[in-house]
C-alpha cells in the first residue's frame, strides 16, 4: 500500500502549516488520512508522520539497523555534538557500552539522598511565605537543573554550570527554528541569532573543558561526570576523549533537567485537574512518609504516585515527536517506504489513540496498575523511546520525578490560579507548557 500523500504547495511543501502548528496539523491529517502519512517539506524532502503502533514497533525495536538519526538529530548536533541522543551507528554503540553502567538503576540509587537534600532546601525556599503564587513549570526546570547539575557534576562546580541555565531557552528555539522554517538559517545570520547562538555554544564548551581539565587533575567523586571518566571499553581498554566527555555532558545536562522539570510539570497540573487523583495521591504520600522521611526504601511503595507519573507521561509525553530516516527502500507493516524517507513517530498521538486506548484523553492513573488492566496498552507506550536507543536515563528520571512530587504533595497544599489563560502544550524540543502553569502553594503545618 502507498503512503497516502497530503497537498502541499511547491517549493515550501507544508512548512507553514507545521511551523505555526505542529500539533494541530498532526491531528487534522490524522483524522483524514489515517495513522500514517507523507508531507513535504521544503526542496522536495518527504516526510511520513505516524502514529501506528506497529510502525512504532518496527522502526525502533524489530528493524532498527535500517533506520538511522535523521534530519533533526543533525541540527540539534549543533549543540549536542556527538552524544547519545544524536550519535549514530559503531560510534554510538561503543558511546552507549561505555556510558550505560553509569544509568544502572542500582548505582543511580547513590543520588538518592542528593536529589532528596535539593528538593527539600528548594521546597524550604518556597515556603518562606505560608502561602506563595508561583509558576509551577519555572520552579521545577529551576530545581531539576540543581539536581541534575551536582549529580552529574558535583557539588564543587555547580554554580558554573547553573549560570548558563537562562540560555537553555534561547539554544532551544534556535534549533527549532532551523528544523522548522526553511528560510531562518539565511535570516539568522544578519538579525544576530546565529552568532548568539555561536558565542552561548563558546561559553558551554569553555565551562565544561575547564571541569573535565579539573576533574583529571583532582580525586574521582560520587558524581556521573567521574563514572563516565572512569568508563573503558571492553575490547580495548579506552576511555572517552574530552570531546565526548564534553558531548555527553552537555547531552545530559540539557535533555536531563528538562524533561523531568516539565514532566513534573505537567503532572502537577494533572493532580490539581483532577481532585480524587489528587487525594488519592496525597493520602499515599502521608501514609508512606508519616513522618515526612523519604528513603531509597520507602520510596519504592509510592505505587499511586509512580501511576500518576505514567500517565502524565502517557498525556504529555516530553518527547512527544521521534524521528528516523529509512536506509533503504522497504516494505514495512504494509507500506511501501521509500529509501531515505524520513519518519516522524508521533508519541503524543500514539497516547491518545482512540483505537489504543480506552478514554484515551482521560486522566486514569489507575490503569497503570498492572499489565492485566484493559485500560493499558504496552504496546502504544513510548514515554522513553524504544528498542536499543531507549532513553538511558529513565531510572534516572523517574527516582527524580517521584521524590520531588512526593514532597511537595507533603509539605504543600497546590491548586491552581485563575490567571485568565488556559494551560495549553507548545511543542518545541519538548512538550512544555505555553504560558507556564501558575499554582498558589500553601504550606503545611506538619
Known sequence: MKIPVIP????????????????????????????????????????????????????????????????????????????????EGESWFRQRRLAQPAFYKKRLEGFFDTMNQLTLAHLQELSADSEATVQIDREMMQ????????????????DEMSQLQQHITFIQEHLVNLIRRPFYRFSSKWNGKEQQFQQTMRD??????????????????????????????????????DRQLRDELLT??????????????????????????????????QAVMPDGQLTVKNYKSLVYLKQVI???????????????????????????????TLFLLSTYFLHRHPDYWQEPDAFIPERFDGNTNVLFNSEAYYPFGGGPRMCIGFHFATMEITIVLAQLLYHF?????????PVVAEPLITLKPKDGIHVRLTKKLT
Request: net charge neutral.
Open 8 to 87: 502541499h504547495w511547491p517549493l515550501i511543501g507544508n512548512a507553514w502549516a507545521i511551523s505555526q502548528d505542529i500539533l494541530g496539523f498532526q491531528q487534522r491529517n490524522f483524522r483524514r488520512y489515517g495513522n500514517t502519512f507523507m508531507f513535504y517539506l521544503p526542496f522536495g524532502q518527504r516526510v511520513v508522520l505516524t502514529c501506528d503502533k506497529d510502525v512504532f514497533k518496527h522502526i525502533l525495536q524489530q528493524q532498527h539497523k535500517n533506520y538511522r538519526k535523521d534530519y533533526d538529530s543533525n541540527k540539534l548536533k549543533l549543540a549536542l555534538g556527538n552524544g547519545l541522543l544524536t550519535n
Open 310 to 340: 505514567d500517565e502524565t507521561l502517557r498525556l504529555y509525553p516530553t518527547a512527544y515527536l521521534l524521528s528516523r530516516e529509512s536506509k533503504a527502500a522497504e516494505t514495512a507493516c504494509g507500506l511501501e517506504i521509500p529509501e531515505k
Open 413 to 421: 497544599d497546590i491548586s491552581l490560579t485563575a490567571n485568565g489563560k
Open 204 to 241: 558551554f564548551d569553555a565551562i565544561l573543558y575547564a571541569i573535565i581539565r579539573q576533574r583529571k587533575a583532582a580525586a574521582p567523586q560520587n558524581d556521573l561526570l567521574s563514572m563516565l571518566m572512569d568508563a573503558r571499553d571492553a575490547d580495548t581498554g579506552e576511555g572517552m576523549s
Open 252 to 285: 545530559i545536562y540539557v535533555a536531563g533537567h528538562e524533561t523531568s522539570g516539565y514532566a513534573l510539570s505537567w503532572a502537577i497540573y494533572n493532580l490539581c485537574t483532577h481532585p480524587a487523583s489528587y487525594q488519592k495521591a496525597v493520602a499515599e504520600v
Open 143 to 158: 530545581l531539576t537543573s540543581k539536581i541534575v547539575i551536582e549529580t552529574l557534576l558535583g557539588k564543587d562546580i555547580g
